[in-house]
């Protein structure tokens, strides 16, 4: 009688087991698929910046290319070397205006600094220039300071820019190595230096977009591998 009542009782424990390992897989399942969804949206959205870090250094590198690199390429005076100051004398005074508020411009003046100076790779005396913005603002003058309503502080800072220039008479210089040019410079706005570190950003921009995206691809490689050895163990 024992013997026919543990038989009927079986049956049932083992389906109870079988209820509790199903409901225990379910959940396993749901949660494995709640943790591939997140990873899943987390991947997305690392390969979305990534690829916007990789737009943005190219659209970094068309306005560089469409200024810096314009401007470096065109410029003549490529070849450094160094020039010894023969005089530095103020020849005139240019008018210039400066803002007083909205709306509002006055007028003043700035002294016109000339220096010339002679190439010591060739003897040649030329006219010198600070940069190729102030060659291009005043073909003649030196230095082009910032009008002010103050004359007289704009007259302290050109003379004292005079003094260093004499009492230094060694400066290197950006000339022309054809000739073509009368002007030599002191300093490049668009030299090689300068380009270099104006490229510098978009390129860290463009390495730091194309590594997510090289992260994000690697493991989902490595997840999908290890996923794939997982079902051959079974």
């Not at 070849?79 to 003043?108: F, M, P, Q």
């Not at 910032?146 to 502080?153: G, S």
């Not at 704009?154 to 230094?168: C, D």
């Amino acid at each position: 009688m024992f013997l026919l009542t543990g038989t009927k009782g079986a049956p049932g424990t083992t389906n109870e087991r079988r209820t509790i390992y199903q409901k225990i897989r379910e959940y396993d399942l749901l949660d494995k698929k709640k943790t591939v969804t997140a990873l899943k949206a987390g991947e997305d959205r690392a390969i979305l910046l990534g690829l916007t870090m990789i737009l943005f250094s190219a659209m970094m590198y068309f306005v560089l290319g469409v200024t810096v690199m314009r401007s470096y390429s065109d410029s003549v005076w490529t070849e450094e070397t160094t020039c010894t100051v023969l005089n530095s004398t103020v020849v005139a005074e240019v008018n210039c205006t400066y803002s007083c508020g909205s709306d509002c411009r006055r007028a003043s003046r700035y002294p016109c600094l000339q220096v010339f100076v002679s190439i010591n790779a060739s003897g040649r005396v030329a006219r010198l220039s600070h940069n190729e913005e102030t060659q291009e603002t005043s073909s003649e003058c030196f230095y082009v300071p910032e009008c002010r309503r103050d004359q007289a502080a704009v007259q302290a800072i050109v003379a004292n820019v005079s003094e260093r220039l004499t009492m230094r008479r060694q400066v290197p210089c950006h000339h022309d190595p054809g000739g073509g040019q009368e002007v030599v410079l002191l300093t490049r706005l668009y030299g090689r230096g300068n380009v270099m570190r104006s490229l510098l950003w978009p390129s860290c921009t463009l390495l730091g977009g194309a590594l997510i995206i090289l992260l994000v691809k690697l493991t989902q490689y490595l997840s999908a591998l290890c996923e794939q050895i997982s079902k051959v163990k079974r």
